[in-house]
Structures are given as structure tokens and as C-alpha cells.
Nanobody, 117 residues
Framework: QVQLVESGGGLVQPGGSLRLSCAAS????????MGWYRQSPGTQRELVAR???????NYAGNVKGRFTISRDSAQNTVSLQMNNLKSEDTAVYYC???????????WGQGTQVTVSS
């Protein structure tokens, strides 16, 4: 079993920055993709960014150029640096780990990000 614990959410003004972090513990298969998803009220959970063990990344179009995902595979941690935040970035952000060979999907408990003046 894998546990994911997120930290770093909060309230920030438009144009500000936040950094989210997530640590995985337990029986972590090294062959995985880690990422961040978000969900706001009345919408479906959507991909924000994800990164492979080798460092290949992909981003949602509306965050590209503003958000940067990174990971430390040895420590099983993933971070999301969010710059130039906008009100539409307000959501609960979830850390995700997907094991490539077992297809197991793990989720963190979520952390609230609110962008407001």
C-alpha cells in the first residue's frame, strides 16, 4: 500500500506563487508516474502536470509556462511550483502516483489552493 501526503496549499493573491509538495511512503514501485490533479466545485478532476521517473513532463495547456513540476525519485517526492497564479487556479489539488506495471492509482487527501485578492 502507498500513502501520499501533500503540503503547501493556502491563500494567495493573484500573481502570487505557491509551492505544493507530496511525499509517497509505503511499498512504492519505482516504475511510476507522479503528478498533480485539481478539482473545483462542480467540475471534474483534471490533470495539472505529471512527471515520469526519467523526468519527462507534460502540462495542462492552461498552466504551461506558469507551473513547474519536479520530483526526487530517490525520495519519492514530487513538487509543483506555481507562479503567476490566477483566480481560475483555485481548486483542491491532489497528488497522484500511478504504477505503470500494476496500474494501481494512489491519491493524496488533497490540499486547498485559493487565489483571491
Amino acid at each position: 500500500q502507498v500513502q501520499l501526503v501533500e503540503s503547501g496549499g493556502g491563500l494567495v493573491q493573484p500573481g502570487g506563487s505557491l509551492r505544493l509538495s507530496c511525499a509517497a511512503s509505503g511499498s512504492v514501485d519505482s516504475r511510476n508516474i507522479m503528478g498533480w490533479y485539481r478539482q473545483s466545485p462542480g467540475t471534474q478532476r483534471e490533470l495539472v502536470a505529471r512527471i515520469t521517473r526519467d523526468g519527462a513532463t507534460n502540462y495542462a495547456g492552461n498552466v504551461k509556462g506558469r507551473f513547474t513540476i519536479s520530483r526526487d525519485s530517490a525520495q519519492n517526492t514530487v513538487s509543483l511550483q506555481m507562479n503567476n497564479l490566477k483566480s481560475e487556479d483555485t481548486a483542491v489539488y491532489y497528488c497522484n502516483l500511478k504504477e505503470l506495471f500494476t496500474n494501481n492509482d494512489y491519491w493524496g487527501q488533497g490540499t486547498q489552493v485559493t487565489v483571491s485578492s
